[in-house]
């Protein structure tokens, strides 16, 4: 599955050890199939080998935050000045999708989401 989209993000609240960066996205998602023709019950699908699910029906709505822990602000090579920042990030949200292929599948649904990782920022 992939998506294809554009969204819009502010920063709302930014100091030594927080930033909290709201966003929204709309994206145009697809999804590319292969048939398994030992499956009986696709035996419809005889002779296609790749299905590309992109279709101009096809959407998806995302609302998160980021939310950024800033942590680990060494001096480096015994520079006056902080060059790095750690950060542990998390991401919450929610998204809604809808895909629609006019022979092959058809669906919607919502998505609840979290996610963390480890950033660095460069002053």
């Not at 030594?16 to 697809?30: D, Q």
């Amino acid at each position: 599955m992939f998506s294809f989209g554009f969204g819009l993000g502010v920063v709302v609240f930014d100091k030594r050890y927080i930033k909290i960066r709201p966003y929204v996205e709309y994206a145009f998602p697809g999804m590319e199939l292969r048939t398994k023709k030992s499956v009986p019950s696709l035996e419809v699908y005889e002779g296609d080998e790749e299905l590309y699910g992109i279709s101009g029906d096809n959407t998806a709505l995302i609302a998160a935050v980021n939310v950024d822990y800033k942590f680990g602000t060494p001096y480096f090579f015994n520079s006056r000045s902080k060059l790095t920042s750690f950060s542990i990030v998390g991401k919450f949200g929610a998204s809604t999708i809808t895909l629609e292929d006019t022979n092959h599948f058809s669906g919607s649904g919502v998505t609840l989401f979290f996610d963390i990782g480890l950033g660095i920022y460069f002053w």
